[in-house]
């Protein structure tokens, strides 16, 4: 592949290149805190007048989103329930309107109830639905009309037929079912061993217009590859907010005494030794304690009355109801997009400066080669509380509008049971959730769910499946990203710097941004 020369469009990011290029002269990869590392000089111009983010919610495992979205005309509904209803633990969820049998066993098909209908506002001469545990979801797409969905949608390197995915020389995405590299393909256009995704890229292009850079790229999640560019690198917090380093809890304290924690911070702040990598390693812990002390500044307390609920613990606003015992357990989908609105509230504060920002969060479980039933309930119902959780936050902060959400995954999963789950696939549905969402609706077209052929096994009735069911996708990431980078600022030009692919795709805006 070309490597393509970055554009820099303004004397901001020139002013960016340049401090990030003297801040990562010699480091070495193996330095502590790399990952928190990002320019923290002067503020840049402010060329921006509205703040926007993006939020990736990567669902790590590969989502079986043909239980998520469903189709539910007659010819579908056939198609589904012969294929998914296999022993010795059916897959097949209910049709709607059934009612739920509460002495069926926990997360059962029997004991959720039928799935709940969904009125897209361009059906496709279709009907469908979503799983019984995404009742909030279905608010939000029904009647809200802030959630939208962009179904069948995968890596691609050229649109592809069923004719040419049996074709040998015909080019597809490397690697595919493999989890490392299929979800490194989703987050980057390469497998295992990408060094900087999408997410970062379009972050490289627009963080000159952010005071303090470190703060435009963010996980909550641990280290993702979306989030890395050329210049920007993720600066990682948390589930509750910035890490101190080598300290515990909410204070500078270590083994309990404040006083040995401030004398590590004095150590480190003035060690710089004459070698090259004892310099760089000086600057990136002060940096690092520098981002950390700003940040803890800016943000409010994960109890105030915007996240939270004050004197409570644990905090209801991040308890959901556990399908599977019947109780309430703590989300912590919830809990990360709880930092992740902390952060964006205190995004104008006079150390942060912020105008753009990406986030990552995450949530595993989805690798349901087994027991995919009581797995799905209970992932689905953490997923369904942490967006409506997000969603009504950004609402009390009146920033709807500002912050767009969309969900990732390493593949879709094969539409066949193994008995009592399913196994690798490519395509996959995804949701996409925000004020500035053209919600209630579908962008893309839906897949043809075929009968299984008695005599070869093979999907031979739709054009979309090949294998045990594992859908062609029929939109690209690139595509779901490029719609999402016009929104968040980038110019057609940048556009394609950022997703070169998009070139090989008619469709370049799948218009589900406002």
């Known amino acids: 592949m070309t490597t393509k020369r970055l554009h820099f469009p303004t004397g901001a990011s020139r002013r960016l290149f340049l401090r990030q290029a003297s801040a990562f002269a010699g480091l070495g990869a193996a330095a502590p805190f790399a990952l928190n590392l990002a320019a923290l000089g002067s503020a840049a111009a402010q060329t921006a007048s509205d703040y926007k983010a993006l939020v990736c919610v990567f669902l790590h495992g590969g989502n079986d989103s ?203 702040r003035s060690t710089r030794g004459t070698h090259p990598l004892e310099r760089d390693l000086a600057d990136i812990n002060n940096r690092s304690i520098e981002a950390e002390e700003i940040l803890r500044l800016a943000m409010k307390d994960a109890s105030h009355p915007l996240f939270g609920t004050p004197n409570v613990s644990p905090d209801p606003k991040l308890l959901y109801d556990n399908p599977l015992t019947g109780g309430k357990a703590i989300n912590h989908l919830a809990q990360q997009l709880q930092t992740v609105a902390r952060m964006i509230d205190a995004s104008a504060s006079a150390g942060i400066q912020a105008k753009r920002q990406i986030f990552f969060v995450s949530l595993g479980g989805f690798d349901t080669h087994d027991n995919q039933n009581r797995a799905h309930a209970n992932l689905y119902a953490m997923l369904a509380h942490g967006l409506r959780y997000f969603d009504t936050t950004l609402g009390a902060m009146g920033l709807r509008d500002s912050v767009t959400a969309f969900t990732a995954s390493d593949f879709g999963r094969t539409f066949t049971s193994n008995g009592d789950g399913t196994d690798h696939g490519w395509g996959a549905h995804h949701f996409l959730m925000g004020g500035a969402v053209k919600g209630g609706d579908l962008y893309g077209r839906f897949p043809t769910l075929g009968m299984r052929n008695a005599n070869s096994n093979a999907f031979d009735s739709s054009p979309d499946q090949v294998g045990n069911g594992t859908l062609i996708p029929g939109t690209s990431v690139e595509q779901i990203g490029a719609t999402l980078a016009r929104w968040f600022g980038l110019s057609e030009n940048q556009t394609l710097m950022v997703f070169p692919g998009l070139r090989n795709f008619s469709e370049r805006n799948l218009g589900f941004m406002r």
């Open 66 to 268: 043909m239980n998520m979205v469903l189709p539910t005309d007659a010819a579908s509904w056939a198609a589904y329930t012969s294929v998914r209803n296999q022993l010795p633990d059916s897959i097949a969820l209910l049709a709607p309107g059934t009612a739920p049998v509460a002495s069926a066993s926990a997360g059962s098909p029997q004991r959720l109830g039928g799935v709940l209908p969904i009125g897209p506002l361009n059906p496709q001469g279709r009907s469908f639905a979503l799983h019984p545990m995404l009742a909030t979801l279905q608010t939000l797409f029904n009647d809200e009309k802030r959630l939208a969905i962009v179904p069948n949608a995968g890596p691609l390197v050229l649109p592809t037929t069923k004719a040419q995915y049996a074709n040998s020389l015909y080019p597809k995405p490397a690697h595919l079912f493999s989890h490392n590299d299929q979800a490194n393909m989703w987050q980057s256009f390469q497998p295992e061993g990408a060094t900087k995704g999408w997410g970062g890229l379009m972050a490289d292009l627009l963080a000159a217009q952010n005071g303090r850079s470190v703060f435009t790229s963010i996980s909550t999640s641990g280290n993702a590859v979306w989030l890395s560019g050329d210049r920007v690198r993720q600066y990682q917090v948390s589930a509750s907010g910035a890490i101190r380093m080598a300290t515990s809890g909410s204070t500078n304290a270590i083994y309990g005494q404040l006083g040995v924690g401030e004398a590590l911070r004095r150590v480190v």
